[in-house]
């Protein structure tokens, strides 16, 4: 009876020393794993199969230069996650069609004219922190370019503001 519960005992402490060591490990190097499982009901972080098919047969190549503070409000720093989440998606579907380049004009003066060029302004943000009322300046804007023979432009697109994601894959890929 004694023997049967150390028994127990010992695997009882072998599988949560596993389940820790597991969940060490999975910290360590999960941050290094560039998958992502949607697990929502509707499949809200998925590509849409339209928007795969269209981006997985693109003719020409496209160039994503996506504009984005370093130091966004709390309020829009999830949805600036959720557009590189997009964005990163639609690279991965594009077959090597499509390139994306993330510009921090707030940190780099030559990211801040370029995205002036390709008409990306400033945005005026307001932040309420700690009974503080501020007003902040940022980016966070995506330019669409379709490159022909020899890297030239043969056409350009940009959205100055991502004011919402919701709806941002059905503007996108109109726009491709």
């Given at each position: 009876?004694?023997?049967?519960?150390?028994?127990?005992?010992?695997?009882?402490?072998?599988?949560?020393?596993?389940?820790?060591?597991l969940a060490i490990l999975i910290n360590l190097f999960g941050g290094y794993i560039k998958a992502r499982i949607d697990l929502t009901?509707?499949?809200l972080f998925t590509l849409s199969p339209a928007t795969k098919n269209i981006v997985?047969?693109?003719e020409d190549d496209l160039v994503l230069d996506l504009f984005i503070s370093k130091k966004l409000p709390a309020q829009i720093s999830y949805q600036a996650q959720?557009?590189?989440d997009v964005l990163s998606?639609?690279?991965?579907?594009?077959?090597?069609?499509?390139?994306?380049?993330i510009h921090y004009p707030d940190v780099n003066d030559e990211d801040k004219l370029k995205a002036?060029?390709?008409?990306?302004?400033?945005?005026?943000?307001?932040?309420?922190?700690?009974?503080?009322?501020?007003?902040?300046?940022g980016w966070l804007g995506l330019s669409i370019s379709v490159?022909?023979?020899?890297?030239?432009?043969?056409?350009?697109?940009?959205?100055?503001?991502?004011?919402?994601?919701?709806?941002?894959?059905y503007s996108l890929t109109g726009l491709i």
């Open positions: 009876m004694i023997n049967k519960k150390n028994k127990e005992y010992r695997k009882s402490v072998q599988v949560l020393v596993a389940v820790i060591i009901s509707n499949r997985g047969n693109l959720d557009v590189r998606d639609y690279k991965k579907y594009g077959k090597g069609k499509i390139d994306l380049n002036q060029e390709l008409g990306i302004p400033a945005i005026q943000f307001n932040v309420i922190a700690k009974d503080e009322f501020q007003l902040k300046q490159m022909g023979e020899e890297e030239e432009v043969k056409g350009r697109q940009a959205i100055p503001f991502i004011e919402r994601t919701n709806g941002f894959e």
